[in-house]
C-alpha cells in the first residue's frame, strides 16, 4: 500500500503496482509497439525503394521515435495513464498526489522509459523498481507518478464493494437524516469524504472498509449519530452527505424565491415634436 496524498490533503490509501504486474504491462506496451514498428517499416521501404540509403534511415528513425516515443506519450495521455498493457493488468499511472497525469508527467516517462527501457534494455528500470518501496522506475521518479492497481487481473472487472443494504433499514435512517445537525462537521471532512467516495472504485473492499470506517466514526462524533449496526460505513457516508447537499439546494433554492425581482427599466418618454 502507499499513502497518496491530494493537494487538499486528504490521505489515499492505494495498493501500488509492484515490478511483476508492471514489467508484463510494459511487454505487452513494446511488443504491439514494435509489431507496429515492423509493419510500417516493411510498408514504407517497399513503397520508398527509390530514396537513398540516408533518407530511408532518417525515415526509419523518425518511425521508431513515433512508436516507442510519441505513440506512448499520446495514449497514457489522452487514457489518463492506462495503456493497452496497463488496463489488461489492471493498473493506472497517476500522479503522487493520487491526481490524473498530464501531458508532462507522460512525457517524461516517455522519454526516460525510451532510454532506461529500450536503449539499455530495462536494467535501470528493473533495478530502481526492485528497491523503491512504490515499485517506481526512473521514469516515475523524474515525473513524479506512481503506478497504481485498479482490480485484480481477470477478476472481471471491479466488483461493487458496498454489501447490499436492508430497505427498512434505509428508511429509519432516512428520518434521523432530517433531524442531525450537521453545523459541527468542518469542510477538511466533507472534502475527505467526497474523496473517498469519488475513488471507492478504484480501492480494495478492505482498504474502502477501513478508510470509511475511520471517517464515519470521525463523522458520527461530530453529529451525535452513530453508524447504524448493519450499515456499511462507506454508505453512511454517502447518505449523509447527500443529506448535507440536500440542504444546500433547497437553501440556495429559498434564497432565490425570497429575492425581490429586479423591476424592469422604465421606457424613457419620446421626445416632443418641434
Do not use: C
Not at 66 to 78: N, Q, S
Not at 113 to 119: D, P
Not at 123 to 132: E, F, M, Y
Not at 188 to 215: C, K
Amino acid at each position: 500500500m502507499s499513502d497518496l496524498v491530494t493537494g487538499e490533503a486528504v490521505v489515499l490509501d492505494l495498493q501500488t503496482a509492484k515490478l511483476p504486474s508492471r514489467a508484463l504491462a510494459i511487454v505487452l506496451d513494446l511488443l504491439v509497439e514494435f509489431a507496429a514498428l515492423f509493419v510500417s517499416a516493411l510498408v514504407l521501404s517497399v513503397a520508398l525503394i527509390d530514396l537513398d540509403g540516408a533518407a530511408l534511415a532518417a525515415t526509419m528513425l523518425g518511425l521508431m521515435v513515433f512508436f516507442l516515443v510519441a505513440v506512448p506519450v499520446m495514449v497514457e495521455t489522452l487514457s489518463h495513464g492506462r495503456s493497452l498493457g496497463k488496463a489488461t493488468m489492471g493498473l493506472r499511472v497517476v500522479r503522487t498526489d493520487g491526481g490524473p497525469v498530464r501531458f508532462r508527467h507522460s512525457l517524461v516517462r516517455g522519454l526516460v522509459g525510451f532510454i532506461e527501457l529500450i536503449a539499455v534494455t530495462g536494467a535501470p528500470a528493473v533495478i530502481t523498481s526492485a528497491l523503491n518501496s512504490d515499485g517506481k522506475r526512473l521514469g516515475d521518479i523524474f515525473a513524479g507518478t506512481v503506478v497504481v492497481r485498479e482490480r485484480t487481473p481477470g477478476a472481471g472487472g471491479p466488483a461493487s464493494p458496498l454489501p447490499p443494504v436492508h430497505p427498512q433499514l434505509l428508511h429509519d435512517m432516512g428520518r434521523e437524516l432530517v433531524a442531525m445537525d450537521l453545523s459541527a462537521v468542518p469542510e477538511p471532512l466533507w472534502l475527505a469524504i467526497r474523496q473517498l467516495l469519488g475513488r471507492i472504485d478504484q480501492l480494495e473492499p478492505s482498504v474502502t472498509l477501513r478508510m470509511s470506517t475511520g471517517l464515519a466514526q470521525d463523522l458520527s462524533a461530530r453529529i451525535g449519530h452513530p453508524v447504524p449496526p448493519g450499515l456499511h460505513p462507506a454508505a453512511y457516508l454517502g447518505a449523509v452527505l447527500t443529506e448535507r447537499q440536500r440542504r444546500e439546494w433547497m437553501r440556495a433554492h429559498t434564497q432565490r424565491q425570497v429575492a425581490p425581482p429586479i423591476p424592469a427599466p422604465r421606457p424613457s418618454a419620446a421626445p416632443a415634436a418641434p
